[in-house]
């Protein structure tokens, strides 16, 4: 018995040694090309892009997968004890592989038929980083030997940090920071038992527990992992009933942009980085991004744009409905259908159930979540007559317009329109509104740094995503002759040189060009501050032929107007087309006192680490680092900026432009409590229409106009139409602010000079003006005319440059 005893153990020895021979060899051969674990120590994963305002409210977010990365230090033990609970309860006791979880797991399988897993945290670490989710027994035993070698090279904190931020939670949500803002908009901070328990519950099929497709799965999934933390003791018995009482509370966060109005403006900066660092590290490089927007100036400029656009558009008469539906049946589920501007909450969609001579009944459109109710819980309300009165003069496509005397022939049931509720004296009423054709752009920016502040690209981005303000190249029209004035003064002429203002012929290759002032005629010889205030057209091509448009075109690419413009006269006039953007950076070289600015809407950029990688601010203060007061000398922050026009021109130019606000073309049109400069611009046939102005320390710029360009009616000028956006805004943008004069660099002099003859004017004599001269400079004693003589023989001027010729075929641009 003993020998037979002894040649079993034998045989049993010689098995066993074979059998765990093979298994080394097994083990060995499927070691081989194992992943390196060892680039967890340089794990990077995928994050969030956050952007925000100057004032740090949040504006936007772009991922791929929406992770925010927290160290294990920043997590709550609360958190960490609900993923314990629901994943992997013995994970700081365990060397990796749980055996008496995976004997509790292989036995619950034989006896129930199921697939119960038993990966631990590190397990699924390993398979997440280096593996794929092939269910086999070889990734079974590669996910075990990597596990083991997690284990010894790793901290059990380090290896729950790569957990807690990798996995994924459903609706694109990655890690527990990125779920906690997905789900309940809350930061990991503010979780509670039971929200802390859902999301614990949802890493192991998030589609199970969608919390609005299967809540009633979501809650009980979500209550046995409370009661796996009372049983663990992370939390009494007492709190943790009351968890399980609670319902699940989950309140998506919504994507895209989050600040009110800031939808333009993120687009713009979200393709600067893409063009700046690429996609990639745009939706996984976790930036931080500090832009320069102004949120309260950001509502006022889209208030102010708005405004003007609808009432240049009502004026024009209704277009007709959204579109039409059946309100036989449930109204409110079609409606439900039809898609509303987002980023006008103002407004509601509503159908018109009946209408009278007086009055239309409507009904508004339910959010999707309530679009089944019936009957008595719809939301109904009435549109009256007084509400809707510019709405009779029908303007419908394919028809001509015309007027029409009582609501009932203006809408009729089933018509799908806006309404604005609003309340007079306490009763509420419904105002018809329509979505404007008219498009339009205005940008602010502060002219000492280039940092904009504001910035609407059209009426609506869910209208319409093109961006007014710097994708549409527009004519500037009388708006850039500011610059022919600039570039003359800072050239030897002064503000009171005297131009002719009369009729001009340009003749080239056989055709004529005859430039017109708006409204025709002439004032005959004028000094160059009535040219701009009155924005003559013919002083201005008398002056750019008189001092060479080489001049001019260097000065406007110098400004930043052009990349390079063509020395053409129509050019003088503000033919070519540019940018609001541009402009309004030209302008702020002219309020800042001609030092030359990069518009920027970043301030400053960090990549994951907090390492500032990017910002705007390019002077340098190297004393501003002291770390003690020695009795050195105050800091002071060096200026590089190129000094792109001198400071005195600028003066000049912001004086005259000061009368274009007072006596000129906005006459009556701008009135702030402040000295302001500014200048209108329009095209022909009325096509684009500007103001750009400025006070010390704020510029604006406003450009209104049909996408195609189109004529927008006699009398639809820069003054008429741009010039009260620029005013509404600038008022509400200025409110509570200390008014500033514009600075005078020393040395000017001022001489009282005839507004007429730009002559140094007598005691006592009438019509005269203060007027800035450079040092050396002054009123001329003798009265001459720059363009008389051409006048004077009665005889066409001849262009020389063959380029000319464009000038007549193209002569378009500056009115008024």
């Known amino acids: 018995?003993?020998?037979?005893?002894?040649?079993?153990?034998?045989?049993?020895?010689?098995?066993?040694?074979?059998?765990?021979?093979?298994?080394?060899?097994?083990?060995?051969?499927?070691?081989?090309?194992?992943?390196?674990?060892?680039?967890?120590?340089?794990?990077?994963?995928?994050?969030?892009?956050?952007?925000?305002?100057?004032?740090?409210?949040?504006?936007?977010?772009?991922?791929?997968?929406?992770?925010?990365?927290?160290?294990?230090?920043?997590?709550?033990?609360?958190?960490k004890a609900a993923f314990l609970s629901a994943e992997?309860?013995?994970?700081?006791?365990?060397?990796?592989?749980?055996?008496?979880?995976?004997?509790?797991?292989?036995?619950?399988?034989?006896?129930?038929?199921?697939?119960?897993?038993?990966?631990?945290?590190?397990?699924?670490?390993?398979?997440?980083?280096?593996?794929?989710?092939?269910?086999?027994?070889?990734?079974?035993?590669?996910?075990?030997?990597?596990?083991?070698?997690?284990?010894?090279?790793?901290?059990?904190?380090?290896?729950?940090?790569?957990?807690l931020n990798e996995i994924f939670f459903g609706q694109n949500a990655y890690g527990i920071a990125g779920a906690a803002l997905t789900y309940f908009n809350k930061s990991v901070n503010e979780l509670s038992i039971a929200e802390t328990a859902y999301l614990a519950a949802l890493p192991k099929a998030p589609s199970n527990y969608h919390p609005f497709r299967h809540p009633d799965r979501a809650v009980e999934r979500r209550n046995w992992v409370i009661d796996r933390m009372v049983e663990n003791g992370y939390v009494n018995a007492a709190d943790g009933a009351d968890a399980k009482n609670q319902p699940l509370g989950v309140t998506p966060r919504k994507t895209g942009s989050y600040l009110f109005a800031s939808e333009?403006?993120?687009e713009e900066v979200r393709r600067e980085l893409i063009g700046r660092y690429g996609n990639d590290a745009l939706y996984e490089g976790g930036l931080s991004v500090r832009t320069t927007l102004d949120p309260r100036l950001q509502a006022m400029a889209r208030k102010a744009l708005q405004k003007g656009l609808m009432s240049y558009d009502e004026?024009?008469?209704f277009r007709g409905p959204v579109q039409r539906i059946d309100v036989s049946g449930d109204w409110g589920a079609l409606l439900g259908e039809v898609e509303p501007l987002r980023d006008v909450p103002e407004w509601e969609l509503a159908v018109v159930l009946s209408a009278t001579e007086d009055r239309v009944e409507v009904g508004l459109r339910p959010e999707p979540e309530v679009s089944g109710a019936v009957g008595s819980e719809r939301i109904t309300g009435t549109i009256l007559a007084e509400d809707m009165k510019w709405a009779y003069r029908l303007n419908l496509d394919g028809e001509k317009p015309r007027n029409v005397k009582t609501a009932n022939e203006v809408l009729s049931p089933g018509d799908v329109v806006y309404v604005e509720p609003r309340e007079v004296e306490g009763v509420k009423h419904l105002r018809l509104r329509q979505p404007p054709k008219i498009q339009g752009a205005l940008v602010a920016m502060d002219p000492h740094t280039g940092r904009v502040l504001a910035m609407v690209g059209g009426f609506s981005f869910a209208q319409s995503e093109f961006n007014r303000a710097t994708q549409a190249d527009r004519q500037p029209g009388s708006a850039f002759k500011p610059f022919v004035y600039a570039a003359a003064l800072d050239n030897g002429y002064t503000p009171a040189s005297v131009i002719l203002d009369a009729p001009v012929e340009i003749v080239s290759g056989g055709e004529i060009w005859r430039p017109k002032n708006y409204g025709g005629g002439s004032a005959g010889p004028s000094t160059l501050r009535l040219g701009i205030e009155r924005s003559r057209n013919l002083m201005t091509v008398r002056l750019a032929r008189d001092m060479g448009m080489n001049l001019v075109a260097e000065y406007a690419e110098r400004f930043g107007i052009y990349d390079e413009m063509s020395?053409?006269?129509?050019?003088?006039?503000?033919?070519?087309?540019?940018?609001?953007?541009?402009?309004?950076?030209?302008?702020?070289?002219?309020?800042?006192?001609?030092?030359?600015?990069?518009?920027?809407?970043?301030?400053?950029?960090?990549?994951?680490?907090?390492?500032?990688?990017?910002?705007?601010?390019?002077?340098?203060?190297?004393?501003?680092?002291?770390?003690?007061?020695?009795?050195?000398e105050e800091p002071e922050v060096v200026d590089t900026r190129e000094q792109v026009l001198d400071p005195m021109t600028a003066y000049q130019i912001t004086s005259m432009m000061e009368g274009v606000v007072t006596r000129g073309t906005a006459a009556s049109k701008v009135n702030l409590d402040r000295p302001t400069a500014g200048k209108t611009g329009t095209t022909n046939e009325e096509k684009d229409a500007w103001f750009m102005g400025y006070t010390a320390d704020l510029v604006a710029g406003v450009f209104i106009g049909f996408d195609n360009p189109t004529p927008m009616g006699r009398g639809s000028t820069g003054g008429a139409l741009a010039a009260p956006v620029f005013n509404e805004f600038m008022q509400a943008a200025l409110e509570g602010t200390r008014p500033a004069d514009f600075r005078v660099p020393d040395g000017m002099k001022l001489i009282a000079i005839n507004r007429k003859t730009g002559m140094q004017a007598f005691e006592g004599e009438g019509d005269v003006i203060m007027e800035a001269f450079k040092p050396g400079t002054g009123p001329s004693d003798v009265y001459s005319v720059i363009g008389l003589e051409d006048y004077a023989t009665g005889e066409a001027i001849t262009t020389i440059s063959p380029q000319a010729n464009q000038a007549v075929t193209t002569g378009s641009g500056g009115l008024y």
């Open 1 to 79: 018995m003993i020998r037979l005893i002894g040649y079993f153990f034998g045989i049993g020895t010689v098995l066993f040694l074979v059998v765990a021979a093979g298994l080394a060899w097994y083990i060995g051969n499927v070691s081989q090309d194992l992943p390196d674990y060892e680039v967890l120590n340089s794990y990077e994963p995928p994050v969030t892009t956050r952007m925000h305002a100057a004032s740090g409210e949040l504006m936007a977010e772009y991922a791929r997968e929406r992770r925010l990365f927290l160290p294990i230090q920043a997590i709550p033990d609360r958190v």
């Open 88 to 163: 992997d309860k013995n994970f700081y006791h365990h060397p990796g592989v749980d055996p008496v979880g995976l004997a509790r797991a292989v036995l619950h399988n034989i006896q129930t038929g199921g697939r119960q897993g038993a990966s631990t945290i590190t397990q699924q670490v390993a398979k997440n980083f280096l593996l794929t989710n092939d269910q086999t027994y070889e990734r079974k035993v590669k996910e075990a030997i990597l596990s083991f070698r997690i284990e010894q090279a790793y901290t059990k904190d380090r290896i729950l940090e790569l957990y």
């Open 264 to 266: 333009y403006f993120a």
């Open 315 to 317: 004026r024009r008469g």
């Open 567 to 632: 020395p053409l006269l129509a050019m003088s006039l503000g033919s070519g087309e540019t940018t609001v953007m541009r402009m309004v950076s030209a302008y702020s070289v002219l309020a800042n006192g001609g030092k030359q600015i990069k518009p920027s809407l970043i301030d400053r950029i960090q990549d994951r680490y907090g390492k500032t990688i990017f910002k705007h601010e390019e002077r340098s203060c190297d004393a501003c680092v002291a770390s003690a007061w020695l009795a050195q």
